[in-house]
């Protein structure tokens, strides 16, 4: 895979463009078991990176919205938020 970043290089998009190749390859289904074993890893190991930046901008987000008193102002997002 040529031009492959490491983990620590890449970026949530770029982790989410290779992901939803992944899925789309998985999902073709003509891939040999080895290679869709491979494929399923890789997906899973992205997964766990974007859940990872998903995350800490989160607790970003959280710190930005700090009240002067100290106190959060939070409120879960709802669905049709998501627009």
Excluded: H, Y
Excluded at 38 to 67: N, P, Y
């Amino acid at each position: 895979m040529a031009g492959k970043k490491s983990g620590k290089d890449k970026s949530f998009e770029e982790a989410i463009n290779r992901l939803e190749n992944v899925v789309m390859e998985l999902e073709e289904g003509e891939l040999s078991l080895e290679d869709a074993l491979s494929k399923f890893e890789e997906g899973i190991e992205l997964s766990r990176f974007c859940t990872q930046k998903l995350t800490q901008a989160e607790e970003k987000v959280e710190r930005l919205l700090k009240s002067a008193q100290g106190e959060f102002k939070t409120k879960p997002l709802d669905a049709e938020d998501q627009g």
